[in-house]
């Protein structure tokens, strides 16, 4: 009979988003540290957002009562020294008065928003902290020519220093290269990938910065978390529960 397995040191969730939630539980109940795929979980059918919120705190606490961390897998907030460094602002903490992202991913309607929204409120969390969105308006259309779809979303985010105009555009792209980017108080910086080497950079338009793969950044982060025995991230990742909007 061959030797029972070692208990894995971690897990990853990066399956189907609607049942992403069965998978956590399962890594849950082994007592095992989980790097998750964006969003945590999504409801087949709709929940209001304070019944998100309880799911979420209650999910949070049985992971801190195994002593194991619930990791996001959010990449975007690892690029902001770059960023710093494309604008030479590193030290520097003015007050952000608009932040605006653009992303362009494959899917079309709900889907856009479950892909990429995630990537939106974790740039929201690290540069602003936690906070609540209002006046929230969103606009959706289908391109007749081409039947490629675009989602904007505008909204004011208020946060413990005070209210930013935040705005979220996607466009959706079938083929890569797929535009993306952010920019805050008007400074813009653009994703750019180099292939075959995959070297990413941000740029502006008479600079560009290298930078290390955010998704490499975000894992190492994972398993350094895990190593230091630190607890779940409790307000950025009910933060990003403000996709249920």
């Given at each position: 009979r061959p030797p029972p397995r070692p208990t894995p040191l971690y897990s990853s969730a990066a399956s189907d988003v609607y049942k992403r939630q069965e998978q956590i539980l399962k890594v849950l109940d082994k007592k095992i540290p989980i790097f998750c795929e964006k969003p945590l979980w999504w409801p087949a059918h709709t929940l209001g957002t304070e019944e998100v919120q309880i799911k979420t705190e209650n999910l949070i606490d049985a992971f801190d009562h195994n002593k194991r961390i619930l990791w996001l897998n959010t990449q975007?907030?690892?690029?902001?020294?770059a960023y710093n460094e494309l604008y030479n602002a590193t030290g520097k903490k003015n007050k952000i008065e608009n932040f605006e992202m653009w992303m362009s991913p494959v899917s079309n309607g709900q889907e856009m928003l479950i892909d990429s929204g995630p990537h939106f409120f974790s740039m929201l969390f690290a540069l602003l902290g936690a906070g609540e969105l209002s006046s929230i308006n969103i606009s959706y259309a289908v391109n007749e020519k081409n039947k490629l779809a675009t989602?904007?979303?505008?909204?004011?985010?208020?946060?413990?220093?005070?209210?930013?105009?935040?705005?979220?555009?996607?466009?959706?792209?079938?083929?890569?290269?797929?535009?993306?980017?952010?920019?805050?108080?008007?400074?813009?910086?653009?994703r750019h990938i180099k292939m075959p080497e995959y070297l990413l950079s941000l740029s502006n338009k008479t600079n560009s910065v290298?930078?290390?793969?955010?998704?490499?950044?975000?894992?190492?982060?994972?398993?350094?978390?895990?190593?230091?025995?630190?607890?779940?991230?409790?307000?950025?990742?009910?933060?990003l529960s403000l996709i249920h909007i």
């Amino acid at each position: 009979r061959p030797p029972p397995r070692p208990t894995p040191l971690y897990s990853s969730a990066a399956s189907d988003v609607y049942k992403r939630q069965e998978q956590i539980l399962k890594v849950l109940d082994k007592k095992i540290p989980i790097f998750c795929e964006k969003p945590l979980w999504w409801p087949a059918h709709t929940l209001g957002t304070e019944e998100v919120q309880i799911k979420t705190e209650n999910l949070i606490d049985a992971f801190d009562h195994n002593k194991r961390i619930l990791w996001l897998n959010t990449q975007w907030p690892f690029t902001i020294p770059a960023y710093n460094e494309l604008y030479n602002a590193t030290g520097k903490k003015n007050k952000i008065e608009n932040f605006e992202m653009w992303m362009s991913p494959v899917s079309n309607g709900q889907e856009m928003l479950i892909d990429s929204g995630p990537h939106f409120f974790s740039m929201l969390f690290a540069l602003l902290g936690a906070g609540e969105l209002s006046s929230i308006n969103i606009s959706y259309a289908v391109n007749e020519k081409n039947k490629l779809a675009t989602l904007n979303l505008e909204s004011i985010y208020s946060h413990d220093t005070g209210e930013t105009i935040v705005k979220f555009f996607l466009k959706q792209c079938k083929d890569p290269p797929r535009p993306a980017g952010y920019a805050i108080n008007g400074k813009s910086a653009e994703r750019h990938i180099k292939m075959p080497e995959y070297l990413l950079s941000l740029s502006n338009k008479t600079n560009s910065v290298t930078m290390n793969d955010p998704l490499n950044e975000s894992v190492k982060s994972f398993v350094e978390a895990v190593k230091m025995n630190k607890k779940t991230d409790r307000e950025a990742i009910k933060n990003l529960s403000l996709i249920h909007i």
